[in-house]
């Protein structure tokens, strides 16, 4: 693990979720900037003493070379460490796991989807809720074209968390922050899980969007509230919010898709559940682990229906993708076809893009933008 030391809210989920299904051991990390608390947090955590980095480039060019050398190396830094850290363990030959979003400009991001291609390492992009069953089920009753042609996608993100100034606060600094963050606060953070929901649900892809981004806390420096207008491939509309300052709101990430013959329905503050509601039929409820529910959908449950699965089931699921994309990609074949939904250097070279054209909507009025 490059990132996550003493503090780091993601990197101790990261952790937790690697080892759920028993896919992953952590054996080796560059955990902080500051080298000898970096070494302190690896000997907390058990590591062995010659494996508790000082930096990621000491780590990268060692683990390389060791017979027992790792198999990936997961990256949950903030988002301007991204790009130099994953592209020095794909130079090493190494696999990556990395957080959203995948960097902080479209010009690094294109430059690690060529050395992935280049490479044909896996690269896996963590965006967790697209590990949740149900989004998966939801995937797949469009793929079979239960809704029929989808009219409208809707998704939303809202929190509070940062509705007022939180002074020193170690999260919120680097969010709040351009130069670790990125040109998107909220849209770095936030919308860029709605927006893969999106297009990973809905199977299109959005061509232009027209943002409205606002700052409501005086003094930061990025947007704490996205208002955005999309329009995808074959004339479906969209609309996304994404908000930090939407007080009373915990984690509201919420997607609704209508199409000519239904919608469905799915928060993740209640994951368990997908609402389908066939036109002129009443609503038919979908759960986790009961009947019905396509391969993907079973495939990412772990636990019998009733026996309620979470935040931290879904982010395994993308790690224990990761495992059979990393074994495939060891043993020379083919990977298990469900494993491959996990998101990867694509998906994280659409959410830079996404970042950008909003914040150049934005500064145009809101003017409509290709996401070409």
């Given at each position: 693990m490059v990132g996550g030391g003493d503090?780091?809210?993601?990197?101790?989920?990261?952790r937790m979720a690697a080892r759920i299904d028993d896919q992953w051991e952590l054996v080796a990390g560059a955990f902080q900037s500051?080298?000898?608390?970096?070494?302190?947090?690896?000997?907390?955590?058990?590591?062995?003493?010659?494996?508790?980095?000082?930096?990621?480039a000491s780590m990268a060019a060692s683990e390389s070379k060791r017979p027992d050398r790792i198999d990936a190396v997961s990256i949950v830094t903030p988002n301007h460490q991204h790009h130099t850290a994953a592209r020095a363990f794909l130079d090493a030959g190494i696999p990556v796991i990395c957080d959203k979003p995948l960097t902080t400009t479209l010009k690094d991001a294109n430059d690690l989807a060529h050395a992935v291609?280049?490479?044909r390492l896996p690269f896996i992009l963590t965006h967790n809720y697209?590990?949740?069953?149900?989004?998966?089920?939801a995937r797949a009753m469009i793929e079979a074209n239960e809704l029929g042609k989808i009219r409208v996608v809707q998704a939303e993100y809202a929190q509070d968390w940062l509705a007022t100034d939180l002074g020193v606060n170690k999260q919120a600094d680097w969010r709040g922050d351009p130069a670790r963050a990125g040109p998107g606060g909220a849209l770095g953070d936030i919308a860029t899980h709605a927006f893969h929901l999106s297009e990973f649900v809905s199977r299109l892809t959005a061509e232009s969007l027209a943002a409205?981004?606002?700052?409501?806390?005086?003094?930061?420096?990025?947007d704490d509230n996205a208002n955005i207008l999309l329009r995808f491939d074959g004339g479906a509309r969209g609309m996304l919010w994404a908000s930090q300052v939407a007080s009373g709101k915990a984690n509201g990430l919420t997607l609704r898709i209508y199409g000519e013959k239904g919608g469905l329905e799915w928060s993740q503050e209640t994951p368990e559940q997908l609402v389908f509601s066939p036109l002129g039929e009443p609503p038919r409820t979908y759960r986790r682990g009961g009947p019905g529910l396509a391969p993907s959908a079973q495939?990412?449950?772990?636990l019998p229906s009733g026996h309620p699965?979470?935040?931290?089931e879904a982010f395994a699921q993308i790690y224990s993708d990761a495992a059979e994309l990393v074994r495939a990609h060891n043993d020379k074949r083919a990977p298990d076809p469900l494993a491959t939904l996990a998101p990867g250097v694509v998906d994280g070279v659409r959410g830079v893009r996404f970042i950008e054209a909003a914040v150049a909507s934005h500064k145009h009025n809101a003017a409509w933008t290709r996401l070409d």
């Open positions: 503090g780091a809210f993601i990197g101790a989920v990261h500051d080298p000898e608390r970096s070494v302190m947090f690896g000997e907390r955590l058990g590591l062995e003493p010659d494996r508790r980095y000082r930096d990621f291609e280049k490479s697209s590990g949740y069953p149900m989004i998966r089920q409205d981004l606002s700052s409501f806390v005086s003094g930061r420096k990025l495939h990412a449950t772990r699965e979470g935040y931290l």
